[in-house]
């Protein structure tokens, strides 16, 4: 079973997101964006909005192989970092389904020096990101990573197990009440 969530782990978790608000508002003159924070060793996904905690959802799960800073395909590993929503499927087996932009230009950039990629592929996401098109969700990074509910999904197995091949999963009413924070556009921070 899981751990709950201890004192100290709030305190650090609101001191991280305190930092990134601090950060954040320095990039934008508009601070009343709202954006999403995940931890992923507290398992909560929090919706911010004007420098304040609107929604804290408990029990996420995330990919069954842990978080990295450099995934690829198949390793069913949360990526961590800064992502923004690009595509929202209303229709999905999951309930509902918020695509990140996932590789971003930051992951492409790193597994090409890694030798993850070659040099064509990573042109290629170059590109979408140039003309701010969705990347390609087909390279060796992998795809499809987003939020999502856990559709007809067995609700003790999201309760008790990470089971996502990557992606941040919240149990279907709580992806319904995130819905009213999520547009294209909104940024989405993975940490670990």
Do not use: E
């Given at each position: 079973?899981?751990?709950t969530i201890s004192q100290a782990g709030v305190v650090i978790t609101l001191s991280i997101v305190l930092l990134l608000l601090d950060g954040l508002s320095s990039l934008s003159a508009d601070t009343n964006i709202p954006f999403i924070?995940?931890?992923t060793t507290e398992r909560t996904l929090s919706v911010i909005d004007s420098g304040k905690t609107?929604?804290?959802f408990a029990n996420i799960s995330i990919g069954k192989g842990g978080t990295s800073k450099l995934r690829k395909r198949g390793d069913s590993k949360t990526p961590l970092g800064e992502f923004n929503i690009v595509w929202i499927n209303h229709a999905s087996r999951y309930r509902l389904f918020f695509g990140l932009d996932f590789p971003n230009i930051d992951?492409?950039?790193?597994a090409y020096q890694a030798k993850i990629i070659d040099l064509s592929e990573f042109e290629s996401l170059q590109k979408s990101f140039a003309q701010k098109a969705v990347p390609s969700q087909e390279t060796q990074?992998?795809?499809?990573?987003?939020?999502?509910?856990?559709?007809n999904g067995d609700l003790k197995t999201h309760l008790?197990?990470?089971w996502t091949d990557g992606c941040i999963a919240l149990t279907n009413k709580q992806i319904l009440q995130l819905a009213e924070w999520i547009n294209i556009g909104t940024k989405v921070i993975i940490a670990s």
């Open positions: 079973m899981r751990k924070y995940i931890n609107k929604a804290v992951y492409a950039r790193r990074l992998g795809g499809y990573i987003g939020i999502h509910g856990i559709g008790t197990f990470n």
